[in-house]
């Protein structure tokens, strides 16, 4: 599958976890164009593909607090290898 299938398929992902006729999220992170496709109370997750067709997992939110209380996040990125290997998209 190429890169741009793979685009495809995560961005009709996102637009499904967004709704029919709402905005689809996304952002650039460190050269990948990422899609908003999950969310929980404390965590957003994402999925992406690079220039090179790369196709990414991410996810960031609340990981701990310091020791002054204040929330202290943190931000998971993984590789994978297709699109049959994205599996669960959530805390990894």
């Known amino acids: 599958m190429s890169n741009v299938d793979a685009l495809k398929v995560i961005q009709a992902y996102a637009q499904d976890y ?26 957003y997750f994402g999925l992406g593909v690079d220039s090179e067709g790369t196709i990414w997992k991410w996810s960031s939110g609340e990981d701990s607090y310091d020791k002054d209380g204040s ?20 805390h990894y």
């Open 18 to 43: 967004a709704g029919e006729g709402r905005e689809v999220i996304s952002f650039v992170e460190a050269g990948v164009t990422y899609f908003q496709v999950g969310h929980n109370a404390s965590h």
């Open 71 to 90: 929330i202290v996040y943190k931000t998971d990125v993984y590789k994978v290898a297709s699109l049959a290997d994205i599996g669960y998209v959530g």
